[in-house]
């Protein structure tokens, strides 16, 4: 593949809801450059797009995918983006790099939730939008009702460039409102037929109209002369996709391979370069992502610097790490550094990949996308550049908190190893997931955006360690505390012949305020228990409130006060004090009105109005406590804090009762003391536990 300056560079991603089409439109588009022989589909698996196995076998893309196009001297880089916000990180870092965001929208549903993501993804980078209505062939297709509903949803005005010639089983061609012809499969051109030609014609003045505002000299013209040419509204297209003062709107059929012509024309004259973007996020000191964001513009003439927005473990090809280059050129022998790690390195191979073929290129230039293969310590939202060039960084893409989180383990306890390593590479290629392990309650717990997520994320540790992996919901982290004040004595004796044990210690327990944590008290007088005994008995208390009182949960927000006790000159010892210590813990807590403490998570949740009444009706059915709602447009964020126990099935649910356009995030708040139906619940879960680890 040749290099292209950056003029004649077009980066595009394909978004919307799963099932728009973008996978099908971008096998046409590849069909229709001659790129490929015949098409996939989707459906059995054959698409260039999609050919990670999970895609094959869920028959969803999972994955952004990138498919270099060239026509006429330009190079257009789609990028196909999934559709479910599961693959959120995929989805924003590949509009991120575009110049131009492309809403694939389904003729007969309009305007989905995934369009409505990808939305308010490319308004938060201040990427350009157009609408293309897809699947007009389809039986209920309905052309004016899907771009209406683009301007119900988004409230902004819409401008044709492209009307359908029929719709359903009747669509056959398309009217390119830019060159005023009629184009039918293939590319063929004709005139327009006379019975669209005033719809066509009223819908041209509305193009050149909305042309004109983008530009003085266009307007003064317009107004004088009542036209302008092809070029010029070319122009002022370009202008008015930057200032967003309305979405363009095409239409195609990508299973009959109708309006691709007008498409690719319209990528390559009305969509902007990279030379014509504003800049991209960095940080204006580079040495401090505490500094102030900046936006760093896109320039030939300056060291080669670039941004990495995607990273693959690929078993064949390796480590593959996918980069838009902001400024300079590299070639494959060049010295780099990664300003995250102050990594030196040499940029390796160097080469463009459509789909899973690796196409390669001499170098990559300013504005381009490409992958460089077998950078080991590179990683997604790292920058790389060239070795002793002024530093640069950009900002990483900012993700979502995770929503979603599983306990994961090896089906067989043994091969907890093996996944390790596996566990290290998922994590490793894919920023929105995370994991935790928690020690207390023996359990790993992978975070994600969603049920599918982690379902293809344990997927693929399956696959790469050959190991089978379990996923089940995670154990909930409850605490124990006390309300009220309690004391008594601990004692231990014990002869055995010899020298024997002795420790004798009074202890006095108080409650403390939530989050207090626990304080430790030495109230001896008059030398009753040597000093040099104060760490054992503090110890034994400490491992005690480890164990818990009621369901063998860690015990906070206590004070425990060593006032009194006796000692043996030659059988005390500091274990001897820390055994009575731990006694006197047991036989003091129960008196002191123990509970178990469930964890509150602060939810916040972003719905539309419609659904808030059942939002809220859900959320409080689950115990939680309603705290406000703030209105935003026709979007309701609420707020609350719901005991996590009542998370387990949040997402799936409010996915459901949304129809997925519900957006939530839940941090911890605090912990507060359990119901008592709750707290009897937990104990039996716990004794239940305990049963069965000692059967």
């Not at 131009?100 to 993804?121: H, K, P, Q």
């Not at 299973?255 to 800049?279: H, N, T």
């Not at 909930?476 to 055995?496: F, H, M, P, V």
Request: charged letters at 25%.
């Amino acid at each position: 593949m040749k290099v292209y300056p950056e003029h004649q560079i077009r980066n595009v991603a394909l978004a919307g809801h799963s099932g728009a089409g973008k996978t099908a439109l971008t096998e046409a588009l590849l069909y229709y450059n001659k790129l490929i022989d015949r098409k996939g589909t989707v459906e059995a698996g054959t698409t260039q797009s999609d050919f990670d196995p999970l895609e094959k076998a869920r028959q969803v893309s999972i994955n952004a995918t990138l498919v270099p196009l060239e026509m006429d001297e330009c190079k257009v880089n789609v990028l196909d983006c999934p559709g479910f916000r599961d693959f959120v990180g995929e989805i924003k870092n590949a509009i991120r790099v575009s110049e131009l965001c492309v809403l694939v929208v389904d003729a007969e549903n309009g305007v989905e939730v995934g369009t409505e993501f990808a939305w308010s993804f490319a308004r938060e980078y201040e990427i350009p939008v157009a609408i293309v209505i897809n699947r007009m062939d389809k039986e209920r297709a309905n052309y004016e009702a899907a771009r209406q509903s683009v301007e119900d949803a988004f409230k902004i005005h819409t401008v044709p460039v492209t009307l359908p010639i029929g719709e359903g089983a009747d669509f056959k061609g398309v009217i390119d409102l830019l060159s005023n012809k009629a184009i039918y499969a293939g590319g063929k051109e004709e005139d327009i037929p006379a019975e669209l030609a005033d719809t066509a014609k009223a819908a041209r003045a509305s193009l050149i109209e909305a042309a004109a505002e983008g530009d003085d000299t266009l307007t003064e013209k317009f107004l004088e002369q009542g036209d302008l040419s092809e070029e010029e509204i070319r122009k002022g297209l370009r202008e008015d996709l930057e200032e967003v003062r309305f979405v363009p709107v095409l239409c195609t059929s990508a299973e009959k391979d109708i309006g691709l012509f007008a498409l690719m024309e319209f990528f390559m004259e009305v969509a902007p370069s990279p030379e014509e973007r504003v800049g991209f996020r960095a940080y204006s000191d580079p040495s401090d992502k505490e500094s102030e964001i900046t936006m760093a513009p896109l320039k030939v003439d300056e060291p080669f610097s670039c941004f990495v927005f995607k990273t693959v473990n690929d078993d064949f090809a390796g480590r593959l790490s996918f980069v838009k280059v902001v400024s300079g050129e590299v070639t494959g022998d060049c010295p780099i550094v990664d300003t995250s790690n102050e990594t030196e390195m040499k940029a390796g191979h160097v080469f463009a990949l459509r789909g899973k073929t690796q196409v390669p290129v001499e170098k990559l230039s300013t504005g381009d996308i490409g992958v460089f293969a077998k950078l080991q310590n590179v990683h997604t939202g790292d920058t790389l550049m060239a070795a002793k060039a002024p530093k640069k960084c950009y900002e990483p893409t900012h993700l979502p908190a995770r929503t979603v989180h599983m306990a994961i383990h090896a089906a067989n306890r043994s091969d907890e190893d093996k996944i390790a390593m596996s566990i290290h590479r998922l994590l490793d290629a894919d920023p929105t997931l995370h994991l935790e392990r928690d020690s207390m309650l023996h359990q790993t717990v992978l975070g994600g955006m969603g049920d599918s997520h982690l379902e293809v994320a344990v997927e693929r540790l399956k696959a790469s360690s050959k190991v089978d992996v379990v996923m089940e919901p995670p154990k909930i982290q409850y605490r124990e505390t006390i309300l009220k004040a309690a004391e008594g004595q601990g004692r231990y004796k014990k002869q055995s012949g010899g020298r024997g044990q002795f420790g004798d210690c009074w202890i006095r327990l108080e409650p403390l305020q939530r989050g207090e944590g626990f304080h430790f008290e030495w109230a001896i007088v008059g030398g009753v228990i040597p000093g040099g005994y104060k760490t054992g008995v503090e110890k034994g208390i400490r491992e005690s409130m480890n164990r818990g009182i009621l369901a063998g949960y860690p015990v906070v927000d206590i004070k425990a006060t060593c006032y009194d006790g006796s000692h043996h000159a030659v059988d005390s010892s500091d274990m001897a004090f820390q055994v009575a210590a731990s006694l006197g813990f047991k036989q003091v807590a129960p008196k002191a009105n123990p509970v178990i403490l469930e964890p509150i998570a602060k939810v916040t949740i972003s719905v539309p109005e419609t659904y808030m009444g059942d939002v809220m009706g859900y959320v409080s059915s689950h115990r939680g406590r309603i705290s406000g709602n703030d209105q935003n447009g026709r979007t309701i964020t609420i707020t609350a804090e719901v005991p996590e126990g009542e998370m387990g099935h949040f997402s799936r649910d409010l996915r459901s009762m949304t129809q997925g356009r519900a957006i939530f995030e839940a941090h911890f708040a605090h912990y507060e003391p359990c119901p008592p139906q709750v707290q009897e619940k937990v104990m039996q879960e716990s004794r239940i536990a305990h049963d069965d680890e000692h059967a």
